[in-house]
């Protein structure tokens, strides 16, 4: 699941990030669902085992280096042929997007990983207003066991209403991300801008992460950073 303001995901398989923008998502092979409202509950002990979820330093920067994603002159990708447009999709800043994963072997079932995710999410976006977490190495394979953990984390999920991605439902709460042709780029957004209704996070899970240099990155945009930026005549 991934928990994000929305940060760069092409990441490993069976991983989950959560954004704080409200909605759960998969993406080539992820999943979404949306989430308007949370509701912090006390996080209990997994049971019959002392796994912690442990904050983890990923070197995004040097992986990027290796794989560098070229975005200028990309097809379908709005403004891509402009000359100031950036050539390749820059790094997240040191240190994000914060990844957590189990101290331990995992063993429980999906459900009982809730408890879990549930504080870190509370400590890092709700507390630290952080944006984004990614979490690595939970047991979870499939949109079933993603469903599982998400009704357990004590949020309040929504749905989609208008816009005009395409997508299907999954699981009563898991809905694919998109299922528009791979070769089409989604641009930084907020989620469901269009309403007054937008949740307040999202969350996702790679199910079948692309290799390198194939595409399918998830791009994560904090808006707070965009806003100073802005064009004061386009400002309310």
């Known amino acids: 699941c991934t928990l994000t303001s929305k940060l760069a995901d092409q990441f490993t398989p069976k991983m989950s990030v959560a954004r ?15 989430v308007c409202k949370v509701r912090y509950s006390q996080a209990s002990a997994v049971s019959g085992a002392a796994v912690n979820l442990l904050e983890t330093h990923v070197d995004f920067a040097s992986q990027l280096k290796a794989h560098p994603v070229r ?3 990309r097809k379908w990708l709005p403004g891509s042929n402009s000359p100031n447009f950036p050539e390749f999709l820059a ?39 952080e944006g984004a977490v990614l ?7 499939t949109a079933e066991d993603f ?3 998400v009704v357990n984390l004590g949020l309040k999920l929504t749905s989609y209403k208008g816009g005009g991605a395409i997508r299907h439902r999954l699981t009563e709460v898991v809905d694919t991300a ?6 089409l780029c989604i641009e930084p957004h907020n989620e469901m801008a269009y309403t007054d209704h937008y949740p307040e996070k ?35």
């Open 20 to 34: 704080s923008t409200n909605r759960l998502f998969r993406q080539k092979n992820s999943l979404a669902s949306l």
């Open 71 to 73: 975005i200028r002159g």
């Open 91 to 129: 790094p997240p800043e040191d240190g994000y997007v914060h990844v957590f994963t189990p101290s331990g072997k995992v063993t429980c079932p999906p459900e009982e990983c809730a408890p879990l995710i549930r504080p870190v999410i509370h400590n890092v976006l709700e507390k630290r207003k």
């Open 135 to 141: 979490f690595r190495g939970l047991p979870l394979s």
């Open 147 to 149: 469903s599982k953990v």
């Open 178 to 183: 998109s299922d528009e042709p791979p070769e």
């Open 202 to 236: 999202i969350i996702f899970f790679c199910i079948e992460p692309p290799p390198p240099g194939t595409g399918g990155e998830t791009v994560m945009t904090d808006v707070r950073d965009i806003l100073p930026r802005l064009d004061k005549d386009v400002v309310e």
